[in-house]
Structure formats: structure tokens, C-alpha cells
């Protein structure tokens, strides 16, 4: 039973919304079916199905599935959640890279070496990175989802919000129980329809799915975690992971840092930030590599990393700053590397959604364009900050902090 329990406790449920993970898929929200229900679900399968046809599922395929899917409340209850969350990115790591997390991730390493070894070759992708995405997206393959992955999606394209995206994906879902990768039953998942042990969205499966036990079927939801686990390298390969070099690195500014060069936007080659006086927090030598960012994903009273071309790859998994932190900095202590050094700025809390609205609003009433009110941290809000900040004679760190809002105010 503890192993359930520890999965449980690592399950991260729902994505970090603290910046822009809201929306990874970048649609425009809806407003949603609000009138859901179990009768007008069955009206829109019974519509759809043309549409689904016409996009290359066979009929028989159709309503066979169609008949076993369901409405689910839940699911929707979730999404609309989604949106509000949020969390600080402290709040975030100190469960995705807890030390339980660590130690699995240890034995899960030793306990399929052989496999990883294998993989690790094939796609040129480290295999402490595989084993990181593996221990966040399911904990090790110990908690996968138990939803049905084609009701999620039905119901998610049934309640159109983002009904296209999902339309897409429930094709290519029903495609794969045609084509018979996984039974019917078996094909469960997270109740925003990411599947099996890295948690693959049908699209993802349908471009980077493996069969690397060779088998026929590129499984990625059954106990065997080698399907899944090569499908994941492959997925970094093809986004142009570089083996053996970092994702990024923790490092210390010196105290006249121009903070203007602290954003994603701004690349050096990495002689550069050592001439600028930026040097590992761990002692030692920045290492040679291509060009590099400053990312400081609490503002500059929190933790610096140099981050490298390697930090946008994972970035295609999920794009919130405080995941891609997460995969590299496990990656990293499955190799025996050090903590995270500097201490994050835990007085704070994060942002409600409606007061990332009204700090966009606040700027935009001062004369800084945040690039619109929809309580999404992007760039443009980032920049309007780091403006604001500047013209108040503040630290430039772009970081909108409860303190930040208040000063707003
Ligand atoms: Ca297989």
C-alpha cells in the first residue's frame, strides 16, 4: 500500500498555471456548453459521427467506442478549474522533485537499465531526462489515469471550449483503437485525455509513438514501460535534444547584473555571460555550450539559471517555465547533482486570476501595455513589468509578485 500512497502524493494533478501553462495549446477560450448533459452528449456523438468519418474513422470503429463513451461532469468541472489555478513554482517543485521522487527515480533507473541504455543509444536523448518526464507525468508509471480516454475527449469536444483542438484528438483516439495498439478498455488516461506512462496526447502518439519491443503495437499504457519510454525520447530527439549537454545550469549574478538581459528572448554565446560576471552557483566553470539565456522564474530575489537550447525541447512537452525547471532539475538529481542553492521568495504568494487581470489593467492605466487584460503572464506582460518597474526605479526582473500589485495599487 505504500507504494499507492506515494503515488498518490506525487501525482501532480493539473498543470502549474502560475505563468502561461493555462493554455498550452494556445486556443482562445470559449465559454463553454453550460447546459452539459448526459442527453445532449448522446445528440452531438450522434452528429459528429459524419465528421469522423469523413476524417478517415471507420464506422464500425465509430460506434463501437461511441456506444461505450459517456458524458463526464468531472471532466469538464476540471477544465473549467484549470483556468483558475494557480501555484508558485516553489509550491510546484517541492512536490515534482521531492526526495521521494528522487529515490524512485533512482530505482526506476537501476531497475531498467538495460531498457534505458538501449533507448538512450537509439535517440541520442540522456536517459535521466526520459526518467525525469517518466517520474513527473505518472510517477513512474505508477499513476497513469484512470479515466476513459475517449469519453474525456468526447465530452471535451461535446462542451466546446476548445472543441476543435479536442474534435482532432478524439479522431486520432479513435483511430488508434482501430489500427488495435491497446483494447478499448484499456485505453485510459488523465481526464484531459494525455495517455499511459508519459502521458502522450493522441496527436503526440500518432506523430512520435514507438514500437520498440517490436511487437506491432506501440503501447504506451500497458505495464511494459518500453513503448512509452522510447516514444518520449524519440518526442525530444525529434524537437532536437543535444546529448550531454545541460538544460540549463543554477547560477549567481553579480550584484550590478543589467536585468534587461534576464529573458528567454535574450540568447549569448556562453563566453559572453561569464564576461558579464555570471558564474555557476556550484563553483567551477560556466560550461562550453551554444548559445544561452538568463531565466529568473521567481524574480531576482529567487533562484538564476542559465538555460540552453536543450530547455526549449522539454518546453514542447509543456510549456510552463516551473515544469521544464522540474524535468531538468530531477534529471539532474537522478545524476547526483546538487539542490536547487538559492532560496525562492516563499513570503509570496501567486496571483489570483482575477489579480493577474487587474495588474495587467494597472498597467495599461499607467501607459504600459501588457498586450491585453486575459490574466495570462505572457511576454508582453513580462515586458510591460520589467517597463513599469524601470520607470519606478525598481529591479527589472519582470516578476509580478502580490508585492508588485500592491505597489501597483
Ligand atoms: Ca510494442
Known amino acids: 500500500m505504500r507504494a499507492l500512497a506515494l503515488a498518490a502524493a506525487l501525482a501532480l494533478t493539473g498543470p502549474v498555471a502560475a505563468q502561461t501553462l493555462d493554455d498550452p495549446e494556445g486556443t482562445i477560450l470559449g465559454t463553454g456548453r453550460e447546459d452539459g448533459s448526459e442527453t445532449g452528449f448522446r445528440d452531438w456523438v450522434t452528429g459528429f459521427r459524419a465528421k469522423a468519418l469523413e476524417a478517415g474513422v471507420p464506422a464500425a470503429t465509430y460506434d463501437a467506442a461511441m456506444r461505450g463513451a459517456h458524458y463526464l461532469p468531472d471532466v469538464v468541472a476540471r477544465d473549467r478549474r484549470q483556468s483558475e489555478f494557480t501555484k508558485t513554482i516553489w509550491d510546484y517543485l517541492d512536490v515534482a522533485v521531492s526526495e521521494d521522487r528522487v529515490a524512485l527515480g ?94 502522450f496526447m493522441p496527436s503526440s502518439w500518432a506523430e512520435f509513438a514507438q514500437d520498440f519491443d517490436g511487437d506491432g503495437r506501440r503501447d504506451i499504457w500497458g505495464d511494459d514501460p518500453a513503448d512509452a519510454l522510447a516514444s518520449t525520447a524519440h518526442y525530444l530527439a525529434k524537437w532536437g535534444w543535444q546529448k550531454d549537454l545541460p538544460w540549463g545550469l543554477e547560477v549567481k549574478l553579480p550584484a550590478d547584473f543589467d536585468y534587461d538581459q534576464t529573458t528567454e528572448r535574450v540568447k549569448k554565446p556562453v563566453a559572453d555571460w561569464r564576461l558579464l560576471g555570471v558564474q555557476p552557483m556550484a563553483g567551477g566553470d560556466l ?53 536547487i542553492a538559492a532560496a525562492w521568495p516563499r513570503q509570496w504568494r501567486a496571483l489570483t486570476q482575477d489579480e493577474r487581470k487587474e495588474l495587467q489593467a494597472l498597467l495599461a492605466a499607467a501607459g504600459f501595455d501588457a498586450g491585453g487584460v486575459d490574466g495570462r503572464i505572457g511576454p508582453k506582460t513580462i515586458a510591460a513589468v520589467k517597463a513599469w518597474q524601470k520607470a519606478q526605479g525598481l529591479t527589472p526582473d519582470g516578476y509580478p509578485s502580490p508585492d508588485l500589485l500592491e505597489k501597483l495599487r
Open 106 to 199: 533512482k530505482q526506476a533507473l537501476a531497475k531498467q537499465a538495460d531498457l534505458l541504455d538501449r533507448i538512450e543509444a537509439r535517440y541520442g536523448v540522456d536517459k535521466e531526462v526520459v526518467v525525469a518526464i517518466w517520474g513527473l507525468e505518472s510517477a513512474y508509471g505508477t499513476w497513469r489515469g484512470d479515466v476513459p480516454t475517449i469519453s474525456a475527449l468526447a465530452t471535451l469536444a461535446y462542451d466546446a471550449r476548445r472543441a476543435s483542438f479536442f474534435e482532432g484528438q478524439l479522431v486520432q483516439a479513435l483511430k488508434i483503437l482501430d489500427q488495435a495498439h491497446v483494447a478499448p478498455g484499456a485505453m485510459v488516461g488523465s481526464w484531459a485525455g494525455a495517455m499511459g506512462h508519459t502521458q
Open 287 to 339: 560550461p562550453e555550450g551554444p548559445e544561452a539565456s538568463i531565466l529568473l522564474p521567481a524574480g531576482h530575489t529567487g533562484p538564476a539559471f542559465l538555460i540552453f537550447p536543450n530547455f526549449q525541447v522539454i518546453e514542447h512537452y509543456n510549456l510552463a517555465d516551473a515544469y521544464v525547471i522540474a524535468v531538468g532539475h530531477l534529471a539532474d538529481r537522478l545524476r547526483g547533482g546538487p539542490t
